[in-house]
């Protein structure tokens, strides 16, 4: 299985706090990020990683040997997305040669620290294509939410849309097949060419969700289980204060 992790973006909601970085290279527990979505990768026997890099690609590329992934059985590779200060739906179509080779693909954001056993569902999922879903969902506009009816997602989006029994919130890890993966892109390829380059990836998933027969999309619950998307300030204090302290003693 091939994993894809998203970290060109400038993290701009982080405000000031010293030399900026990319945010997939800030630092929990003594390890940064990126080492962590490495070594859950391999893991649940990931062998490859293709990062989509921009915003001071040269210190992600400096973290990726300190990390040396070849021996944790890797082979990473980036691609850089030189117009890494609009949309991440522009980093998703940067990344459509390594989206489409072939084979299932986990596709996630950089700036994600969570729990191991989140990763080892995705991997261990029967669904082909599919969403993890937290049901302890934060009010508000923030969220990424995915809305679920007659047990099958049907909407996903900030706001939602489409008449829903219940949403949860999105933790930003997903698992496609080829045909999915295939129609990503082309969802991509039309936001961009219609003037959409500043949206989030997601939407360009939410209209492959919306646009897909019954049954193609599954979900698994994580709820319970700690997670955060480091997007303000104020989440690094908590990953530093709650999630990082609740995930596995050997993941601390």
């Not at 060109?8 to 997939?24: T, Y």
């Not at 989509?52 to 590329?61: E, P, S, T």
């Not at 295939?182 to 209209?207: P, V």
Request: proline fraction near 5%; charged fraction near 30%; hydrophobic fraction near 40%.
């Amino acid at each position: 299985m091939r994993a894809i992790i998203l970290a060109a973006g400038l993290g701009r909601r982080l405000g000031p706090r010293g030399e900026p970085l990319p945010k997939i290279l800030l630092r929990f527990g003594g390890k940064s990020l990126l080492e962590r979505h490495l070594r859950l990768l391999a893991g649940v026997g990931v062998r490859e990683v293709v990062l989509g890099v921009g915003f001071k690609a040269a210190a992600v590329d400096e973290e990726i040997a300190r990390i040396e992934p070849s021996a944790l059985g890797l082979r990473v590779e980036t691609v850089f997305n030189p117009s890494y200060e609009r949309g991440s739906v522009v980093t998703l179509w940067s990344l459509r040669e390594a989206l489409t080779r072939g084979g299932e693909v986990i596709v996630m954001d950089g700036d994600v620290l969570y729990d191991r056993r989140m990763i080892e569902r995705l991997a261990q999922t029967p669904h082909r294509n599919c969403f993890l879903l937290d049901r302890d969902v934060e009010p508000g506009e923030e969220p990424m939410k995915l809305a679920m009816r007659n047990g099958e997602p049907v909407d996903f989006r900030k706001s939602l849309e489409k008449a829903h029994d219940f949403y949860g919130e999105s933790v930003g890890i997903f698992r496609f097949d080829q045909g999915v993966a295939r129609r990503l892109i082309e969802a991509a390829r039309r936001l961009i060419e219609g003037g959409k380059d500043g949206e989030y990836f997601e939407e360009a998933l939410r209209d492959v969700l919306i646009a897909s027969p019954s049954g193609t999309f599954g979900v698994e619950d994580v709820t319970g289980l700690p997670w955060i998307e480091i997007d303000f300030p104020g989440d690094v204090e908590r990953a530093e204060r709650e999630v990082l302290l609740s995930l596995l003693p050997e993941d601390r």
